[in-house]
């Protein structure tokens, strides 16, 4: 949709300079694209080049401006009648529609992020966990829950999770990793200074390293390997990370499934072995 297509911009807005900006201000300003718009045109509307224009396509993940063009156009005929996607909640709104509002922005997180991701990143992700024996989960703060998820979900795969809570931990983690373990490094802005160290000894020790942010242009996307985008939009009641956690809960879900899906047979028995003893657990009734 159109407005997943503006969020992506917005998550590398920050960190755009110059050119950029204004190449990221003509597009957000005119989201009516016309379909016959060349990369010359463009260049033309925003006073640059189209080495420039290229460029900020790149940026963006696009190979080129026509596949940047397609997805824009693309967006704009799947354009729903909602005004925004992330609804903000107001005191006139019963109780029902502010858990519809809550539900509907969380929805909203989801489809923005799964429209940012592409086949190559994807099979670079797994490329990089199925590799390795072990894999490791870095996360401070709100991002602490989802590198908890990760471990919790890699558990029943026939990688060996790695996770600590403690940031002093997770740096002891990070320097002592062996070269069979992979890593991934959890930041919403992708500006944290504590995640940065831990990705950066990662860096220093040549641990193959996926990072999870909102910011495409951040600082941790200049220190790993690979880069997934969580997308989001802050309303008056609800902190932008809070739906980030769940955007970037369903990357980890997709990578976990993938990395299942690669390993069909070792997962399948350890998901048994699992199940059998999590059984023993229960009540009989």
Known sequence: ?????????KSYYDNLTGTSKDI?????????????LTITDLAQKTNSSISSISRF????????FQELKI???TSTTEKKETNNLFQEINSKDTLKDMAKKVFTSNVSALNATIDTLNQEQLEKAIEIITAKNSIAFFGLG???????DGYHKFLKSDKTPLFANDFHMQLMLAVTLKSDTCAVVISHSGENKDALKLAQKLRDKNIKTIGITS???SSLTKIVDLTLLSISEETNYQDEALHAIIAQISLIDTLFVLTAMKDNQQTTDVFKEIRETINDTRLNK
């Open 215 to 217: 910011y495409g242009n």
């Open 142 to 148: 709100a991002s602490a829950i989802v590198a908890l």
């Open 57 to 64: 396509s790149k940026k963006l993940g696009f190979n080129s």
């Open 24 to 36: 990221a201000d003509y597009l957000l300003e005119n989201p009516q694209t016309d379909s016959a």
């Open 1 to 9: 949709m159109q407005n997943n297509f503006n969020m992506l911009i």
């Open 71 to 73: 997805n824009l156009l």
